[in-house]
């Protein structure tokens, strides 16, 4: 019974102190996590505590022991992970932090400072979307998003890390299990793997990259022979429904434009849109979007008016803005009041789209159509997708 009163009290101490934490009192919080640890030197929690306290006030010689005897103690734990992702962290290895809270999180899903920490780690990977909602799970977890003061004192790149004094009889590290291998026990070329992948990393490569193909190929077209290139691209009903081979042309028609106002409409609205939605969705799910939307709006242009020639990325363009329709209409709420504000601006520049398509005889309208459709539907798909998903991981 005394021992069950004794985990009761140091219980709620935790809470306590997790509770002073969150609030901004950062060394009274210390100072609970601290006379926890004193009193239980086996509470993993307490020392967990302790070492994010101490994070919080700049102290990253008692962050690193609190860390080491987390790990030490309960090394296949969620605290373990969160402690892994401290060090980490500290040392600038965001990749690698990243990793660990999302560990710990599939372990303890209700653990605050957890989604906090992973807000804070993907704003630093350049991925504020995601922040941005792993703030918002923070806040829901523990009442607030304002959750700055926790990072405030992690050393930034340029600054030199501290390090635990002299005679300490522990040696921190980032364990390899259950965790992922530490930098130093990489190989050279995976090394040089994910130096490239975080160098990208934000950066809207598939955009670019269409936008450069679609641009060469209009400048290759203005050559002499560069009439061939539409001979052999431009898509047409009747022509792909009396001989199926030339059903390629559903592709590369979007890549021809008739001149020059129409590529750099397109061009822009690709950038414009692509941009965003590509960083929201992921370049490999936003490359489907954009070719399966184009690729569809050719077919309904083709089965609705297969006499009509047409070309152009406008169909695939419109599909990523039915994606990024569909992703804040069903994310509306987790996005709050920006939420309503976005659906107003899509709804908005939809029918701006829609009155043009239909004023103008020269444009596509169904392939816009069939492409805003697409999008729309293949970016709720995904998006109810990644939410069933983030419900099971506890986001």
């Keep these: ?75 296949q734990s969620s605290e373990a992970a969160v402690a892994r992702a401290l060090l980490a962290t500290l040392n600038q290895r965001f990749d690698i932090a990243l990793q660990e809270v999302e560990h710990s999180i599939e372990l303890d899903p209700t653990r605050g400072y957890a989604h906090a920490l992973r807000a804070y780690v993907l704003r630093r990977l350049g991925q504020r979307y995601d922040g941005a909602l792993a703030e918002a799970r923070a806040g ?3 009442g607030t998003r304002d959750l700055d003061h926790l990072f405030a004192n992690v050393p930034k790149p340029a600054e030199t890390l501290p390090t635990v004094a002299a005679g300490a009889d522990f040696a921190p590290k980032i364990p390899t299990t259950p965790g992922p291998r530490t930098w130093d026990q990489r190989s050279t070329r995976e ?79 690709l950038f414009f849109i692509g941009v965003a939605v590509e960083q929201l969705f992921g370049s490999g799910r936003y490359a489907f979007i954009y070719f399966a939307s184009g690729i ?73 159509l069939g492409g805003l459709v697409a999008g729309f539907i293949i970016g709720a798909i995904m998006t109810t997708m990644d939410g069933r998903r983030r419900v099971r991981a506890g986001y």
Aim: hydrophobic share 50%.
């Design 191 to 269: 090394r040089q793997m994910v130096r490239a992948r975080f160098a990208v990393r934000g950066v809207p490569v598939v955009t670019y990259s269409l936008m450069a193909i679609n641009i060469g190929i209009f400048i290759l077209g203005i050559f002499p022979g560069g009439s061939a290139l539409y001979n052999f691209g431009v898509a047409q009903g009747n022509l792909i429904l009396s001989d199926p081979v030339q059903a390629f042309r559903l592709l590369t028609s979007m890549f021809l434009h008739a001149n020059l106002l129409h590529i750099a409409t397109n061009m822009l609205s």
């Design 1 to 75: 019974m005394e021992q069950q009163q004794q985990a009761s009290a140091q219980s709620s101490q935790i809470e306590r102190g997790d509770t002073l934490l969150k609030q901004g009192d950062v060394r009274e919080a210390a100072e609970v996590f601290a006379g926890v640890v004193r009193a239980e030197p086996n509470n993993p929690a307490g020392h967990l505590g302790l070492a994010e306290a101490s994070l919080a006030l700049g102290d990253f010689a008692t962050m690193q022991q609190a860390c080491a005897q987390v790990q030490q103690l309960a090394p």
């Design 296 to 368: 569809i709006a050719g077919l309904t242009q083709m089965i609705i008016l297969p006499g009509v020639p047409f070309l152009g990325a406008s169909g695939a363009i419109a599909g990523i803005f039915g994606a990024f329709g569909a992703l804040i209409l069903l994310r509306r709420r987790t996005l709050g009041p920006a939420g309503n504000a976005l659906i107003g601006q899509w709804l908005f520049w939809l029918a701006i789209n829609a009155f043009i398509s239909i004023s103008n005889p020269g444009i596509a309208g169904w392939a816009h």
């Design 140 to 142: 829901r977890t523990w």
